[in-house]
């Protein structure tokens, strides 16, 4: 995770990415870089992909507690979606 920092205010911006929860959407800073690091990781099993995700969206966002359960899915559900466009755009 060597990212650079953000020139200004607008580049930091730029960094944050919507995530929709069951209760509406949130802004996730870094979003697409940790969703590409953990495709990099090659994990199979769906748990560990949702903990891997999770722990590094809380490196740059504050989860509380009570909602780890919905952004766990909602993460899985973004991870696979990115996933599967970027295997269409390979062919």
Do not use: F, H, W
């Amino acid at each position: 995770m060597t990212e650079a920092k953000p020139c200004c205010a607008a580049a930091a911006a730029r960094m944050i990415k919507k995530l929709v929860l069951p209760g509406g959407e949130v802004g996730v800073v870094n979003l697409e870089s940790i969703l590409k690091e953990v495709a990099d990781l090659k994990l199979a099993d769906d748990n560990a992909i949702k903990k891997e995700l999770l722990n590094r969206v809380k490196i740059y966002n504050y989860v509380a507690p009570s909602v780890d359960d919905e952004y766990s899915e909602a993460l899985l559900e973004e991870y696979k979606r990115q996933n599967r466009e970027t295997q269409r755009d390979d062919k």
